[in-house]
């Protein structure tokens, strides 16, 4: 006999009590944690880049040794697997979902309450560039059965499903670098109006030059840092000259507050609310530059969403790439929340420690937003001694923080945008009881 | 090649799919490579791919189609050795 869930109709107020990461300077909560308070750079020197003769030879790649590979694929599935935008999203996966308390599902039965929608920008590309040799050279029947589940593009969230047993919706949403960011908006909606009670989402990107040559191409990564990675990303900065492509994958597990509240789990924020849109390429929008008057409508429908205003926000987490958009970006928040000057809240932007990660960085950058509101504390923005005039011009340089402040946040706002003209905006809140 | 000594070799080009340890370690003619091996039917084509590579052969799709257990994979094997 079928049983069937009887979801609550109400809106459900929805909470995050499960984190995990994979980022290029930390992989695990408590090393990423650490490294973003330090604000410890994970930016390197690429001696493939550089065997490539990219312009840009710097890059931020999680750093997964072999063993805690085996923490996550047995060895099985660990032979001729060559996916690592897949491998990081499972060890952020799995990694949320052990830490919200959750037990991995056992038996024939699937949890049906639970699902996961994890998004990603591309599947394994260096798999397929593997698979597309092969195929040239005549020896299609030599693939075996590794190819289709590393390339296809919801490989992340069937992975993630069959590890985990999740028997709600299963899917991989893309958006360029919204991707994070809009997975755990669709999560929210879905369990806000009671289609699950629990939904793993976040996002991952691929390593390598594969994913990164387009970028290198379109000339929107640095070249001037080659001979000193660290200092290569620098958001906000006068001296900015460009993203530097990063990878990795972060992800947090959504829960309804009753699930969360009848579980005894940790709560570590409130997802207020959140918006998503698009400036269809118009006016000053096109495929790789934002429409700023949909940037705009993107905070303020997140906030009214939300039931907040401009003066509610205690600090921004930026998309803020380190590219000639981040003065660009600065006055679009300022005139969504009729902030600015002294009176502008806190804002900080991750890229400068990670890189862009694309396809993951929203959600990476969700994970360091949650873990500040959670804790209390404001990451330092690294690299940006010099803060550009044009954003000195329109907030008080006291509203961007260089080393770690420890300060109570009840509200931040994160938002990420994309190739694509897309962007999405979540309200996130200190929970406390009640 | 004796009997013994290419269940000894199968054995051990399936032993990484394989997900029954006892039926793997009492491997005989008569077992099947998905319900005594609970070999994932997926990986059913990776133990053909090595089994081409450990003998040099190609085996072809219709033979491909009959390698379920290790009876017929071994008369496949001596088939194109022969």
């Known amino acids: ?434 | 090649m004796d009997k013994e000594t290419l269940i000894a070799e199968l054995k051990t080009i399936v032993k990484p799919y394989a997900k029954d340890e006892a039926a793997l370690a009492n491997i005989n003619e008569n077992t099947d490579f998905i319900n005594d091996l609970k070999i994932n039917s997926a990986n059913l084509v990776d133990v053909i791919l090595d089994v081409e590579e450990k003998y040099n052969i190609v085996i072809d799709n219709e033979s491909m189609e009959k390698m379920v257990n290790v009876k017929a994979a071994m008369e496949i094997i001596e088939s194109k050795l022969a």
């Open chain 1, 1 to 434: 006999m079928l049983e069937t869930a009887t979801y609550n109709t109400m809106s459900n107020r929805v909470v995050i009590t499960g984190l995990g990461i994979a980022a290029p300077n930390g992989v695990g909560i408590p090393a990423f944690t650490h490294a973003i308070k330090t604000g410890t750079s994970g930016i390197r020197h690429d001696p493939q880049l550089a065997e490539l003769q990219f312009s840009c030879q710097i890059a931020g790649k999680p750093d997964v040794p072999e063993a805690l590979q085996l923490q996550y694929l047995d060895p099985l599935e660990l032979r001729n697997f060559n996916s690592n935008g897949i491998l990081y999203g499972l060890i952020a996966g799995i990694d949320a979902w052990k830490d919200a308390g959750l037990k991995i599902t056992e038996g024939n039965d699937p949890d049906w309450d639970s699902g996961v929608i994890f998004g990603a920008g591309s599947s394994g590309l260096d798999k397929l560039r593997e698979a597309i040799y092969k195929v040239d050279a005549l020896q299609v029947r030599r693939l075996g059965s590794t190819v289709v589940p590393q390339t296809m593009a919801s490989g992340i969230s069937a992975w993630l499903g069959g590890k985990l047993g999740l028997g709600n919706q299963v899917s991989t949403n893309s958006s360029a670098c919204t991707t994070g960011a809009e997975s755990l908006l669709m999560a929210f909606d879905r369990i806000k109006n009671g289609q699950a009670t629990r939904m793993l989402a976040g996002s991952t990107s691929d390593a390598g030059p594969y994913i990164w040559g387009g970028f290198d191409a379109l000339k929107v990564c640095t070249y001037k840092h080659n001979d000193c990675p660290e200092k290569g990303s620098r958001p906000m900065s006068a001296s900015a000259s460009g993203f530097v492509p990063g990878s990795g994958a972060g992800a947090f597990l959504l829960e309804s507050l009753e699930s969360a509240l009848e579980r005894g789990a940790t709560i570590y924020a409130e997802v207020l609310g959140g918006h998503v849109n698009s400036g269809g390429q118009r006016g000053d929008g096109t495929m790789t530059a934002p429409n700023s008057m949909a940037v705009q409508r993107c905070i303020t429908q997140a906030m009214a969403q939300a039931g907040v205003t401009g003066m509610d926000i205690d600090a921004i987490n930026g998309h803020l790439t380190a590219t000639g958009k981040d003065s660009l970006e600065i006055e679009n928040w300022s005139k969504a929340l009729g902030r600015a000057g002294k009176d502008f809240p806190y804002i900080n932007a991750l890229k400068g420690m990670v890189g862009h990660c694309l396809s993951g960085a929203g959600s990476i950058e969700l994970v360091a937003s949650v873990l500040q509101l959670n804790e209390g504390f404001l990451f330092p923005n690294i690299n940006c001694e010099d803060l550009h005039p044009e954003i000195s011009a329109i907030i008080d340089d006291a509203c961007v923080p260089r080393e770690l402040i420890n300060v109570n946040l009840n509200i931040i706002a994160k938002a990420s945008f994309g190739f694509g003209d897309v962007n999405a905006c979540v309200i996130l809140k200190k929970y406390i009881n009640g």
